[in-house]
């Protein structure tokens, strides 16, 4: 009889024998007494390989030891081959009376979808992140893994090194290929951040040489802190799919220069391109239908000015444009002097500016015809400040079109905090309210979060100085307290709130300070809030 024969009439028998004695006994409850037989065997008429004359003793004993170990091993695989079908077939049927293995698939794959674009799912260990978790749960999961594209498309420095089990799995699907510093977070292991900078900064040709042969794939491209020469000697041929492209570099003030090949400059699907301080050429076909155009920390000849026209004449479906510290440099030529061809954006929603009051960046934006739903946000950096400019200085001399656009935000960036005036336009037959640079308004609320003292100093009513004369509510929140200064013989908070109060020296009857609140402001003390609360009606502190 040969040993399969034996093992499929012995081990079925074996183990239904066994299974029954440990549920008799609760071994399912406490495997104590269950982890090794403790039954005395009898060894009276073990195994004997038959006397043969003439053979040695030893000799005999080694192949009698031989086959019984064979033996032995062959029955434990058959019974872990047989108890092991037994649990699988146990598994898949608990697996199938729960509630997520009764979703249809069309469902599951999306749960899977969504599991795998999840922000905290690209920092996880490569063991430990979707699919590959997905697809070890159960023979299910695996193959609704293995059979949904889409799950295996994003290509990024932790799963690199595999990006063909990746580029297989992911068929005909469109690649989103990544390579990004990941965020600042302590509890990030550090492989995910080693792995990122040896890519980029070490061994770029052996993340992207796999990928090549798949350009045509190519959804997105996102590249950070790149040796961009290299970059523009590889990504030299045309990726017909691509959509969206990104490219920072944040080592420098200004960075690499893309030559004209780079993509073959061909891109016919690209409608969303970032550019950070690495200078694609404006010459590039590749700025052609987009929607959305973000550009930031490059330098340009003044020349170049009318490229970018041409660029932006070039995406009349365009939907959001950022110029941000881009500077176009050199003297300006009678052609860079003649008015420029009125640029239609009648799709804009959203343009971003930061212009340091000059005059280029005005002569663009003067040039761009908007509809009036566009939200405008027009900035100045601390240095444009510290060369006198003001607020004024942000929007240009002349744009016709500002007066009919809905919102408008006016943003003065300088390195201790941040401006932000925003004005509504109420209806589309009114004109945006009236902004004055000199900051005059007739608000009655004012709410001043982590400002200088020097804020509060304004706030007292002088003959020469009438900031908010209809102010009655103010909020102060981290704010700095000057419990006593010396020119004034008390506190600024003290003075601004006392000019305000039927005490004060009032220059306009109608203002009157009714509700303070101030939260969480250092030099704040019993005796300034007593001192307050007698020339305000409502006061708060905390």
Not at 69 to 87: N, S
Not at 90 to 117: K, M
Request: proline residues 6%; charged residues 20%; hydrophobic residues 40%.
């Amino acid at each position: 009889m040969d040993m399969e024969s034996i093992v499929l009439g012995t081990i079925p028998h074996l183990v239904q024998m066994l299974c029954q004695s440990v549920y008799e006994n609760g071994g399912h409850k406490n495997t104590e007494g269950f982890t090794k037989p403790a039954a005395a065997f009898d060894f009276s008429s073990p195994f004997k390989i038959p006397n043969q004359s003439g053979r040695d003793l030893l000799e005999r004993l080694d192949e009698e030891f031989e086959v019984i170990k064979i033996a032995c091993d062959y029955a434990v695989r058959a019974v872990e081959f047989y108890t092991g079908q037994m649990m699988s077939k146990i598994r898949a049927h608990r697996n199938e009376l729960r509630p997520i293995y009764r979703l249809p698939i069309e469902i599951l794959s999306l749960v899977f979808e969504f599991t795998e674009g999840c922000a905290k799912n690209s920092l996880r260990l490569l063991p430990r992140r979707a699919p590959l978790t997905l697809s070890q749960v159960s023979k299910q999961w695996r193959e609704l893994a293995f059979n949904t594209p889409r799950l295996w498309t994003k290509i990024d420095a932790m799963n690199g090194r595999i990006s063909d089990v990746f580029i297989a799995r992911s068929k005909r699907a469109s690649l989103n290929i990544e390579l990004a510093r990941p965020p600042k977070d302590p509890t990030l292991p550090n492989i995910v951040l080693d792995c990122f900078v040896w890519y980029c900064h070490e061994t770029f040709w052996d993340f992207i040489r796999p990928l090549l042969p798949h350009i045509h794939r190519w959804e997105s491209l996102a590249l950070e802190e790149l040796t961009y020469d290299d970059a523009g000697a590889y990504l030299v041929h045309s990726a017909p799919r691509l959509e969206r492209l990104t490219m920072r570099n944040f080592d420098g003030r200004f960075g690499h220069t893309l030559p004209d090949t780079f993509l073959g400059g061909c891109t016919p699907q690209l409608r969303d391109l970032e550019v950070c301080n690495v200078k694609l050429p404006l010459t590039s076909p590749i700025y052609t239908g987009l929607r959305r155009l973000h550009l930031e920390n490059n330098i340009y000849d003044i020349s170049t000015i009318r490229h970018l026209l041409v660029v932006l004449a070039a995406c009349p479906l365009l939907e959001d444009l950022a110029i941000l510290n881009e500077f176009f440099c050199g003297l300006a030529d009678s052609n860079s002097r003649k008015p420029h061809t009125p640029v239609f954006l009648n799709h804009l929603r959203r343009m971003d500016a930061c212009t340091e009051g000059r005059t280029d960046i005005h002569d663009i934006i003067s040039a761009l015809v908007v509809p009036p739903s566009l939200y405008l946000s027009m900035s100045l950096a601390y240095r444009g400040l510290a060369h006198g400019l003001t607020l004024r200085d942000a929007l240009p001399t002349s744009y016709p079109n500002i007066a009919l656009i809905d919102t408008l935000a006016l943003e003065i960036h300088s390195s201790t905090a941040n401006f932000h005036l925003v004005g509504e336009n109420a209806g589309r037959n009114q004109t945006l309210l009236d902004i004055r640079c000199d900051y005059r308004t007739d608000s009655n609320l004012l709410t001043l979060i982590e400002c200088p003292s020097s804020f509060v100093d304004l706030l007292a009513l002088t003959p020469s100085l009438r900031l908010c004369p209809l102010l009655d509510t103010l909020h102060l929140g981290d704010v700095m307290i000057e419990s006593a200064l010396p020119l004034l013989g008390s506190g600024n908070l003290i003075e601004a709130v006392r000019s305000r109060s039927d005490e004060g020296h009032t220059f306009d009857s109608r203002a009157r300070l009714s509700h303070l609140s101030v939260s969480n402001c250092a030099g704040m003390s019993e005796r300034t809030a007593s001192e307050l609360e007698k020339y305000v009606e409502n006061f708060t502190w905390d």
